[in-house]
Structures are given as C-alpha cells and as structure tokens.
C-alpha cells in the first residue's frame, strides 16, 4: 500500500474515526498541566502554554520538541496513555490487543509560524508512513481554535483531492490551495481529543491568533496489520510496556556494535550511517564499545553473528533493531539465547528493549508474532 498510495481509499473508513471528537475526563488525564511543568524544568518563569514563543526563539523549539518527547516516552506517560486508550479508545477500536504509538508525537505551533519557516503543511497518514490499519488521536494542550488549530478535511474531500494529486502531480502549494477551499478547523476544549484515519488530509495554516498551540497525537496500530515503515516494537509498543530504557541494568564490560548488513531493515544505507547512530547510542548510554562489525554480505546464515554470540567474553551486542536481521526468526532466537547463556546482554537500539535472561526473550516471541 506504501507504493500505491491511491489504493488506501479502496477502503470505507470506520465512522468512529472519520473526523470525531473524544471527551475524557481532565482532571484523571491532566496532561496539559503536566506538560506545562515539563516546559517549566526548561523556562521555569513561563505561566501558560498558549506563551510557549515568548519563551523559546524558533530555534529553540527543536529543542523543546525533544525535550517533551523524552517526557511522552516515558514510563510514566506510558502508562497514563495505556489507561486513556483502555477507557476511550478500546470501545473504538476492532480488537482488544491494539498497539499503541511508542512516543507522541508533540506539536508546536507558534504564531506566524509560516515567515519561521515551521508551517506543516497539508498531507495524509499515507505519506508519512501509516495504514489503514492505525488511527490518530489528536489532543490539544491549549485552547485549539481558528488559525492556530490543526486544520481537516473530509474524507471525501481528501480522497478525490488526493487522487488529483498524484494524478497531476501537484506542488505543495498547489495542495495547500485545495485543501484551503474545503478544510475544517478543529476546535475543541483541552479535555477533548479528534479521532481520524490515515487517508483525511490534515495541516496547517499561518497561525494568526497570537498565541502558541501545544497539541500531541498517538496512534493505535491493529495487530496483523500493515505497518510499513512503522514498525512493531520500534513505532509501536504493546500495551502496558514502555520504551524508557532502565540503564542501571546495563551491564559494564565489553560490548560489540553489531549490524546485518543483509537484512532488510538496514538495506542499502552507507554502513557508517547506522554505525554512527549505534556509536552515539552507546556514547549517551555509557557503555564501553570494544569493536563494532557487519555481517559479510550475502551470508544470511549469519555466521559472524553467530560468532559473537558464542563468546563468552563480551558482555553484550548492540543491535540496530529486532527486525535488522537477515536470517528467520528462529535462526534469531536461537542465536539470542546463545547470546544470553554465554551471559551477554541485547540492546535493540530501535526499540529501546534491554534483554538479560532468556525469559525476556517471550517479549520478541511476542513482537514477532505480530508483525514486521
Ligand atoms: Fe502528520
């Protein structure tokens, strides 16, 4: 479906997600105080989200995005998002184990935020990587209305626009004009949440209301479904698991960087560039890197791996990911266990999973059976 985008609209969409709008309870899910607290630990003084640029320059926003992310990655996040969707999005959702989005995605928009250089403009879930087997909620921080507010278009409308799209090959601007004719702003109160489908074509315009929006969406994904580049235990999570990595449970010692070029994960992208993302990883993590090393190419048996998996030596193998490996998934596993009976620890780095004894191994069991 990634390689046609057009063929997503062979699809009726699911009315509970078509442009609707979720009430829950704000005093229980209190998330635009808390977020406020977090932009806090970085401009103690600010009183109000709606403010957010009179505190941050526009190069400094980059900055505060990351920060909240760490915040939305969080155990403690983790786990209020789990409740949230347990109380209301189940009820929407076709089955009860859904996955849920690893990290929310944080939005800041700014006033005028277009002569920054910072407008996000129209485009659908399609063109960022998602299926219709996802669905977004989207959840404002701060008062979300006119020019400031995400901006929607209605499934029809977004189906023949974007079949016009590809069809004549339209430049953005051209896109940001027709979805102006017939766009929606979403104005709804913090305390409220907009449910929608990969395929509405959604964006912004010039923010012109003279105060900052701070929004987050997070996605539920079906298991089975298609994930593209949206993978199970990268993209997302299994309910009630968290990505915050425990790092007082990383081992000291020797450690190996270790990346299977054969795999289609890591496909044709220049060696160091995985590396060096692995490098930096290991650099914020602490941990001692004693050599890092590619699988030879062609050889999807994976006998170098293998032969790091047998020593006895090293204290664990940094890998880019679970999927980031040529041979099946049994070849994998067993490896794995070899891995950790010769006492070495795994860190998937895409995931964020620490694995140390062979019974956490159930929870890639677990990933596997799902999807990609
Ligand atoms: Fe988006």
């Known amino acids: 479906m990634i390689n046609d985008i057009i063929k997503n609209y062979e699809w009726t969409p699911d009315p509970r997600w078509d442009n609707q709008i979720l009430t829950y309870d704000r005093k229980k899910f209190n998330w635009a105080e808390q977020v406020l607290e977090v932009v806090r630990e970085l401009r103690p003084r600010l009183d109000s989200l709606e403010n957010t640029h009179l505190y941050f320059t526009s190069s400094e926003l980059v900055t505060l995005r990351q920060h909240l992310e760490k915040f939305t ?23 009860d ?44 921080l701060s008062r979300a ?24 090959k339209l430049s953005i601007d051209m896109i940001q004009q027709l979805c ?31 105060i900052s929006r701070v929004s987050f969406d997070t996605r539920y994904a079906l298991p089975n479904g298609v994930f593209g580049p949206r993978r199970v235990g990268g993209f997302f999570r299994l309910q009630h698991t968290h990505a915050e990595l425990d790092r007082s449970k990383i081992q000291p010692g020797s450690w190996v960087v270790f990346v299977d070029q054969n795999s289609e994960y890591i496909g044709n992208i220049p060696h160091y560039v995985v590396r060096e993302f692995l490098m930096q990883t290991t650099k914020a993590l602490n941990i ?23 020593k006895t030596t090293l204290n664990g193998l940094v890998l880019p990911s679970i999927h980031a490996f040529s041979g099946d998934v049994d070849l994998r596993m067993s490896m794995f266990k070899t891995a950790i009976s010769n006492g070495q620890q795994l860190l998937f780095v895409d995931e964020q999973i620490l694995i140390s004894t062979v019974s956490e191994l159930s929870l890639l069991d677990k990933l596997y059976s799902i999807g990609n």
């Open 145 to 168: 209305f006119d020019s400031n507010t995400m901006q929607v278009v209605s499934w029809e409308d977004s189906k023949k626009i974007m079949k016009r799209i590809h069809l004549e």
């Open 288 to 310: 001692k890197v004693l050599e890092w090393s590619n699988e030879y190419w062609g050889c999807t048996w994976m006998p170098k791996l293998l032969d790091f998996v047998n």
């Open 73 to 95: 990655n969080s155990r403690h996040f983790s786990v209020q998002i789990d409740e949230f969707f347990y109380e209301y999005v189940k009820p929407l959702v076709k089955c």
């Open 97 to 140: 184990d859904y996955l849920v989005q690893k990290t929310s995605g944080i939005r800041l928009v700014v006033p005028e935020q277009e002569k920054l250089g910072r407008l996000l403009s129209f485009h659908t879930g399609y063109w960022t990587g998602y299926s219709n087997d996802m669905g977004t909620v989207w959840t404002p």
């Open 180 to 210: 102006a004719e017939c766009m929606q702003p979403v104005e709804i109160e913090v305390g409220q949440s907009w449910l929608f489908n990969q395929g509405h074509l959604y964006g912004n315009i010039n923010n012109t209301t003279g």
